[in-house]
Structure formats: structure tokens, C-alpha cells
């Protein structure tokens, strides 16, 4: 039982870290959701570890490994804790002292994330021999937190708001600009009443964080006469995509479940208005959903309208016809340790007002 409160402390942790785009910073945007998934999977089956350790001497030392890997992340977090705690700390009691200058190490970047890589490595082989072994996720474990953190994907993907915190950093002025110029302008030569705009770029790097940006942007507010945001991801369904976009365009699909009903409905929502549609996260498999489903009704917009679209993958950009293509890239070392700053004040000012 220690050691399952001992693996959920450094789970939590993890969550911390993900929550402070320690990845993006890092410049391994995978790596940390690897060990935190990792970390997590592990936690489900530590009950069945627990019980069966006491007939079978392979299940303690796979208890031993674990334990050694975990004091070893448990040491890799504390670490950036307290370099983030004093570069916090440097900014609250020393102004005259520049943070970015202090603390834009790259060489402490480069050993936290091969730390991170070389403990999900460990991790890795670990996990492998839970079959082996017969350990098997418990009900009471499992349930839980797979359903916490499905709720938790969801709120984070479909919340167009902006975190302050987020947002740093002269490029991403500059990109925004930008991209607001290719919304905003009539290109020569498009026939089509609505056009599409892509932001692409890897995992965690801040697709979204600059989709939100443009999207809250006033500018966006004067140009347009109706805005809305949709999260698409990997396994999207059509005929759901199409409901959630009617529902974020104000209108109401009731008990709807056919193409037939529901494409002349966002039509009728969007006709001769001038919008702005913002799908974040789509992936490759959408091409179909978007040929089939979402470009015919789409026309029906007023001339002007735009479609903003954040991937990873540039064949997006290409089957959706984007007119302009935007690669996010990924931050300076200023800008990546000034991001981390903010947020981490966020999060002491939010504690302190609680």
C-alpha cells in the first residue's frame, strides 16, 4: 500500500508537469504524456501486485524495479520543482535580475528530458512483464481514473478560452498578426465563399494555444458575424461532428441522427452568414468527413467566411484546400522558460487567493 500512495503522489505530479507544457518547453511534447500514461497504467494493476506478492518472489522483485525507477522520477521532479521554485521565487524578491537570462539553460533542458527518456525506457520494460507475471487491472482501480481522464481530454479540447499563461513570447504576436491577415483579406482568385486556414505543427507545441488567440482576438469579433469552436480528434464520427458544430452555431438537432436531416440544418444555421468556424485537432482520417459531410454545407456561408484548422499533419492542410498554411514552431529558449514563469505564478497566486 506504500507503494501505490507512493506512484499515485508521483502520478499527480506528473499531472503538474504535463499542466505546466513541461514537454513543449523541453522540446519532447510525447515524452511526458508517455510517462504519465505509463505511470498511470501501472498504478491500476499495483492492488493485484500487492496481494499476489506475497506467493511469488518474480512479483516482488518487479515491486523492487518499480520502486527503484519511481525514486529515481520521484528525484527528476523535485529537481525541476525547485529549479522552477527558484526561478519563481528570483522574480517575486528581484526584479533587477533578469529570469529568462538565468534560468534559459539549455543545458538543463537537455538532462532533464534524456532523464525522462531514460526512465520511460524503464518504465517500458517493466510494464512488459506484467503479463507474465498475471497482474491484471482491478475494476475498482481502473474505472476511476480512466474516466477522470477522459473528462479531463475533453474539457481541455474544447475550451476555446485563453489561458494568460499561455500566451508569451513576441512569435506568437507575429504569428497571429499573421494568420489574421489571411482571415481577414480577400484573396484574388478564390471563388469559394469560405476558405480554409491551417496551423500546423507536432504535439504540444501550441496549435491551439494560438487557434484560441485568434479566435478571442476582437478583430475576429468585428469581421465576423458568427464564431464557433469545434474539437475534432482522431476518431471523430461524422454525424457527431456535424451535431456538435450545429449545437456550437446556436442551433438545436433535437433527435437528428441522419445525414439527411442534419446537413440542410447547418446550412440553414450558417446561410448568408459571414463565420468563423475554428476545428481543432483534426487528423488525416477526417478527409472523408470533410469531403462527405462538412464542404458542401460549408459554401453556404457568406463570402468571407473562414474555416481555421489546427493539425499535425500537413496532408490536411491539402485535402482541405487551405488557402495559407502556418507551421508552429517551437519556442525559443526565452520565450519557452518565460511561458513556464507565468504559469507557475498563476498557479501561486490562484493557491494564495484560495
Not at 122 to 130: F, V
Not at 199 to 227: C, S, W, Y
Not at 231 to 250: F, N
Not at 254 to 262: D, F, K, M, N, P
Request: with cysteine; hydrophobic share 40%; proline share 2%.
Amino acid at each position: 500500500m506504500i507503494l501505490q500512495a507512493f506512484v499515485g503522489n508521483i502520478s499527480s505530479r506528473l499531472t503538474n508537469m504535463a499542466a505546466d507544457k513541461v514537454g513543449m518547453l523541453l522540446g519532447i511534447p510525447d515524452d511526458i504524456e508517455k510517462l504519465q500514461n505509463t505511470v498511470h497504467d501501472i498504478q491500476c494493476i499495483l492492488s493485484d501486485a500487492e496481494r499476489k506478492q506475497i506467493d511469488s518472489s518474480a512479483i516482488q522483485r518487479w515491486l523492487m524495479e518499480l520502486k527503484d525507477v519511481m525514486y529515481d522520477a520521484d528525484d527528476l521532479i523535485d529537481t525541476w520543482q525547485i529549479k522552477t521554485d527558484d526561478c519563481v521565487s528570483s522574480s517575486k524578491f528581484s526584479w533587477s535580475v533578469s529570469l529568462i537570462s538565468s534560468f534559459s539553460n539549455t543545458k538543463f533542458a537537455h538532462e532533464i528530458g534524456t532523464k525522462i527518456k531514460e526512465i520511460n525506457s524503464r518504465l517500458d520494460e517493466i510494464s512488459k512483464k506484467k503479463s507474465d507475471l498475471g497482474l491484471n487491472e482491478l475494476q475498482e482501480d481502473a474505472r476511476p481514473f480512466k474516466h477522470r481522464r477522459r473528462n479531463s481530454d475533453i474539457s481541455l479540447k474544447t475550451d476555446p478560452s485563453v489561458v494568460l499563461a499561455d500566451i508569451v513570447g513576441d512569435k506568437i504576436e507575429e504569428d497571429t498578426k499573421l494568420i489574421m491577415k489571411w482571415l481577414t483579406t480577400e484573396e484574388m482568385g478564390v471563388k469559394e465563399n469560405v476558405c480554409v486556414v491551417a496551423i500546423v505543427g507536432m504535439p504540444g507545441i501550441g496549435k491551439t494555444t494560438l487557434a484560441k488567440k485568434i479566435f478571442n482576438d476582437p478583430r475576429v469579433q468585428e469581421e465576423f458575424h458568427l464564431k464557433f469552436w469545434v474539437c475534432v480528434s482522431k476518431d471523430v464520427r461524422g454525424i457527431e461532428l456535424l451535431k456538435s458544430i450545429i449545437r456550437e452555431a446556436g442551433g438545436n438537432h433535437g433527435a437528428a441522427e441522419e445525414r439527411s436531416e442534419l446537413v440542410p440544418m447547418l446550412e440553414r444555421l450558417i446561410r448568408g452568414k459571414k463565420f468563423f468556424l475554428v476545428l481543432d485537432d483534426v487528423w488525416p482520417e477526417s478527409q472523408n468527413v470533410w469531403d462527405g459531410l462538412l464542404r458542401g454545407p460549408m459554401i453556404s456561408g457568406a463570402c468571407g467566411s473562414r474555416l481555421l484548422v489546427t493539425t499535425r499533419d500537413d496532408k490536411v492542410a491539402r485535402f482541405m484546400n487551405a488557402i495559407a498554411s502556418h507551421q508552429v514552431e517551437k519556442l525559443s529558449d526565452e520565450d519557452s522558460w518565460s511561458l513556464l514563469i507565468k504559469q507557475k505564478l498563476v498557479v501561486t497566486e490562484v493557491c494564495s487567493s484560495s
